[in-house]
């Protein structure tokens, strides 16, 4: 079909809408492809934990796309994981809404839903996954958890019999089942089940521990004290089980290992009432009266109005001579509780040594009153100290006896493939990360250290705005600084499409792609240094940053699964380049050396690690790194020389791996 414009010429109709079609389809792919981009940035934040990132390229795409449920529910794993558990509920509900048939988006909706205890809804959520994955062995785990919190013992029964004829070797199955056991009171058949998990798995900590509280519940303290061992055996850092043992203990006469327990508890959990309150207990009863006094003043901030610890610091007050302070804790106290006659019988001896005798005799009139009429008010037997009360009884003639909590119940464990699933689950012994260039100076353990080059002083007297630091990667920005960043690049952006020469704009390419660096973007990073070194081929920095950025991604793509051979290759040559230009830089060979020993190239990681401590004695993370060199490559004792210096030179976190490894080297 053929038209005539106005100067009478035969234009054909198809090629002009063919060629709009065209470009429609141009524009709709780099859309999609920038939507595709900002979701990819996204997840690389995830990777890299920082959550408020992730969420400003979450949000942009949604923006742009707000029909595609991927960024919905990756903002929802970002807000998971700040703990916004509503945020993240409402974003699995959009996401839900878009697509309905993701098996990941209820499951994720559950476990935000079961943090806050919405276990009917967290319950139908597994159960509509369930219709779309109903071999997903987690999300029967989870659906039972569900109906334990909701007392559906009998619902919860019913699915455990269709997990363990499902998994027959499913050792939670057991655990969970003596779980509901045990909340029926029927800890014959609970027994029975843990027994099993154990001969499944005996690796199961939990398993070990839920047997321990019924031997608890039972007064068999010696057997509870075996089943704990175990527990914590395997599972070191549960203070839970340390509490427990330490009451056990305390009834088998082992008060210097009771003791030891209520310190380690409390070295976990700071915060744990039971751990202070027991131990302010034995410390008082060793006559370690101060300690035991912080201790009760610890509970007394958590439960300002609990009188049976306050009536415990009063006693403490007054063994070491604080009569005052007695005096006030006795009289909160008896004004709660008027008639405790041990009360009364105690501020009247503290007004009696103050010398205020009419106070005294006062008190002590209440008292022998109170027993001439003890058929008014009954009598005040004498507690056993050795008996346990349980945390509600607020008896306050118990103040003497050990505290447990009303139900010793396992621990939950749900099965959550997020927490941590990003992060693709990274061990404690981790290498130091690379070097980069910043805007921010490093935050990091080691104090009064900074890293000096030349190339970058140089560039930092070129420059009159922002200095660039040697710094490691400062993730965690708030929404502040994210957006300053983002300012930053737009306004660079700006400046260099109006640069009128190729050097004005080099410079501003260079600090453009840190910019993008500190905002994780590191595709249009790597893009502005491949254009800055097609200009200047002999930059250093830019050959470091580039190598920085690609690392960073090969690290995520590696998590993804992606073969990164050829990409490692890439930053080794960069780094290889710029070593050449800098042969001497103490950074350089720190990031070529930890390049290696992600990889696991321990050997040569090992030489560059050494000569950048020729350059820089006091390298902190370069000694750290050799450190563990040495331990993956057998040498432990050199290892944990290497890891030493790095505690010395202020990376404290040395030390905890230095302990870790001597007593694995001890078993």
């Known amino acids: 079909?053929?038209?005539?414009?106005?100067?009478?010429?035969?234009?054909?109709?198809?090629?002009?809408?063919?060629?709009?079609?065209?470009?429609?389809?141009?524009?709709?792919?780099?859309?999609?492809?920038?939507?595709?981009?900002?979701?990819?940035i996204g997840r690389s934040a995830l990777y890299y934990e920082d959550y408020v990132l992730s969420i400003q390229y979450f949000n942009q795409a949604i923006t742009a796309k707000p029909y595609l449920y991927e960024p919905w529910f990756y903002r929802a794993l970002a807000k998971y994981y700040l703990d916004d558990f509503a945020g993240a509920e409402r974003d699995c509900s959009e996401a839900i809404h878009r697509n309905p048939y993701v098996t990941n988006l209820y499951e994720l909706r559950g476990l935000t839903r079961i943090n806050q205890e919405k276990f009917s809804d967290a319950a139908d959520d597994y159960t509509r996954a369930l219709r779309y994955d109903p071999e997903n062995r987690g999300l029967w785990h989870n659906r039972v958890l569900c109906r334990i919190q909701n007392k559906e013992y009998e619902k919860a029964l019913l699915e455990l019999d269709t997990i363990q004829r499902r998994w027959s070797q499913y050792a939670k199955a057991y655990g969970m089942r003596a779980d509901v056991y045990m909340q029926m009171k029927d800890t014959t058949q609970a027994f029975e089940a843990l027994n099993k998990s154990i001969e499944i798995d005996p690796y199961d900590g939990h398993a070990w521990a839920a047997r321990s509280i019924i031997y608890l519940s039972r007064e068999e303290w010696d057997s509870a004290v075996v089943q704990l061992d175990r527990a914590i055996h395997l599972m070191p850092r549960n203070a839970t089980c340390h509490i427990n043992r330490a009451l056990a203990r305390v009834h088998t006469n082992n008060l210097r290992g009771a003791m030891a327990d209520y310190d380690m508890a409390l070295d976990l959990e700071p915060n744990n009432f039971l751990g202070h309150y027991n131990r302010g207990l034995l410390r008082a009863q060793v006559g370690d009266d101060n300690r035991a006094i912080t201790d009760f003043d610890f509970v007394l901030r958590l439960e300002p109005d609990n009188m049976l610890a306050l009536f415990n610091r009063a006693v403490l007050l007054e063994n070491t001579g604080d009569l005052k302070g007695a005096i006030r804790d006795y009289t909160k106290v008896i004004d709660e509780f008027p008639n405790f006659w041990l009360g009364l019988e105690s501020r009247a001896a503290c007004y009696r040594k103050m010398g205020n005798n009419k106070l005294a005799e006062a008190d002590e009139l209440t008292v022998y009153k109170a027993r001439l009429f003890k058929h008014l008010y009954g009598t005040q037997p004498r507690m056993d100290p050795s008996k346990i009360r349980k945390r509600s009884d607020a008896d306050v003639e118990k103040y003497n006896q050990l505290v447990m909590e009303d139900e010793q119940t396992t621990e939950r464990e749900y099965d959550n493939d997020y927490r941590g699933h990003v992060q693709n689950h990274r061990v404690d012994m981790e290498f130091q990360p690379m070097l980069m260039l910043s805007y921010e100076p490093r935050r990091s353990d080691v104090s009064g250290f900074t890293a000096y080059d030349a190339c970058v002083d140089q560039m930092n007297r070129e420059l009159k705005g922002r200095q660039i630091y040697i710094s490691t990667l400062n993730t965690g920005m708030d929404d502040h600084r994210t957006a300053s960043y983002f300012a930053l690049i737009d306004s660079l952006s700006q400046t260099i499409e109006r640069s009128k020469t190729e050097k004005a704009a080099s410079s501003l390419l260079l600090q453009r792609a840190i910019a993008y660096t500190m905002i994780q973007n590191d595709d249009a990073a790597i893009d502005d240094l491949s254009t800055y070194l097609q200009i200047d081929s002999t930059s250093v920095l830019a050959l470091w940053q580039r190598a920085f950025c690609q690392m960073r991604i090969n690290r995520f793509l590696a998590s993804q699964g992606t073969n990164i051979e050829l990409k490692n290759a890439s930053v080794?040559?960069?780094?290889?380049?710029?070593?050449?230009?800098?042969?001497?830089?103490?950074?350089?060979?720190?990031?070529?050396?930890?390049?290696?020993?992600?990889?696991?190239?321990?050997?040569?990681?090992?030489?560059?690690?050494?000569?950048?401590?020729?350059?820089?004695?006091?390298?902190?993370?370069?000694?750290?790194?050799?450190?563990?060199?040495?331990?993956?490559?057998?040498?432990?004792?050199?290892?944990?020389?290497?890891?030493?210096?790095?505690?010395?030179?202020?990376l404290y976190t040395a030390y905890s791996l230095i302990k870790k490894n001597k007593k694995q080297k001890a078993e």
Request: with cysteine; charged share 25%; glycine share 6%.
């Open 1 to 40: 079909m053929w038209i005539q414009d106005e100067a009478g010429k035969k234009i054909n109709v198809k090629r002009i809408v063919a060629l709009i079609v065209s470009c429609l389809s141009v524009v709709a792919a780099f859309a999609q492809f920038n939507t595709d981009r900002l979701v990819a």
């Open 572 to 650: 080794q040559g960069d780094l290889t380049h710029a070593l050449e230009l800098s042969p001497n830089s103490p950074w350089l060979l720190y990031n070529r050396a930890t390049q290696a020993a992600v990889n696991q190239d321990y050997e040569r990681a090992m030489a560059d690690y050494t000569a950048a401590l020729k350059h820089e004695p006091m390298f902190a993370e370069a000694y750290f790194n050799r450190g563990l060199c040495l331990i993956y490559m057998k040498r432990l004792d050199d290892g944990l020389r290497d890891l030493g210096k790095a505690g010395e030179l202020g």
